[in-house]
T-cell receptor, first 116, second 114 residues
Framework: GAVVSQHPSWVICKSGTSVKIECRSLDFQATTMFWYRQFPKQSLMLMATSNEGSKATYEQGVEKDKFLINHASLTLSTLTVTSAHPEDSSFYIC????????????FGPGTRLLVL | DQQVKQNSPSLSVQEGRISILNCDYT??????FLWYKKYPAEGPTFLISISSIKDKNEDGRFTVFLNKSAKHLSLHIVPSQPGDSAVYFCAATYLGGGADGLTFGKGTHLIIQP
């Protein structure tokens, strides 16, 4: 089946630093990738939708200058949390869509970010 | 504002019995619904979906029912097996609006007891 990987799976950083999270579709090309965030005991919240070669579309309330998304190729999207603060500590999960239907959206295992 | 609600954080069911997971939504624009299953340290995987033009969709042991008037859907698993123990997420989207992303519920942790 379609596999989506994320790297790193766990990251701890100091407040004020930037952290980059990679999302890769390993065995398929994804024109569209999505970034979600999940706080403890909360639902996955869509942060942004990225299409290869174009600017990401951010959901309301998500700061685009803080969460930089780059979808440089059909198999790679990156999320950079700039000047991270403790309140950015969360579980970040990406998904990649292999086709046009919603069922072909495959999720990565997630990245746990802890900002000290 | 939680647009998709899964009010049961956990559910315990005996092996072989029916598991019923519930989901409610508030946004009447949603026209497509999906259920995902998630094991620890893995991403959610697609399980079954239903369009708003249907009220039932069945796939093997899994059946999803949709009650549009009540804005309620449920996932039935029968018979329940130990491997079904996981967190189940209900998700919704508005295909008619060209939406791409999904709105998720908080999930229900299903525990199948032997």
């Amino acid at each position: 089946g379609a596999v989506v990987s994320q790297h790193p799976s766990w990251v701890i950083c100091k407040s004020g630093t930037s952290v980059k999270i990679e999302c890769r579709s390993l065995d398929f090309q994804a024109t569209t990738m999505f970034w979600y965030r999940q706080f403890p005991k909360q639902s996955l919240m869509l942060m942004a939708t990225s299409n290869e070669g174009s600017k990401a579309t951010y959901e309301q309330g998500v700061e685009k200058d803080k969460f930089l998304i780059n979808h440089a190729s059909l198999t790679l999207s990156t999320l950079t949390v700039t000047s991270a603060h403790p309140e950015d500590s969360s579980f970040y999960i990406c998904s990649a869509r292999a086709g046009t239907s919603m069922e072909t959206q495959y999720f990565g295992p997630g990245t746990r970010l802890l900002v000290l | 504002d939680q647009q998709v609600k899964q009010n049961s954080p956990s559910l315990s069911v005996q092996e072989g019995r029916i598991s019923i997971l519930n989901c409610d939504y508030t946004n009447s624009m949603f026209d497509y619904f999906l259920w995902y299953k998630k094991y620890p340290a893995e991403g959610p995987t697609f399980l079954i979906s239903i369009s708003s033009i249907k009220d039932k969709n069945e796939d093997g042991r899994f059946t999803v029912f949709l009650n549009k008037s009540a804005k309620h859907l449920s996932l039935h698993i029968v018979p329940s097996q130990p491997g079904d123990s996981a967190v189940y997420f209900c998700a919704a989207t508005y295909l008619g609006g060209g939406a791409d992303g999904l709105t998720f519920g908080k999930g229900t942790h299903l525990i199948i007891q032997p």
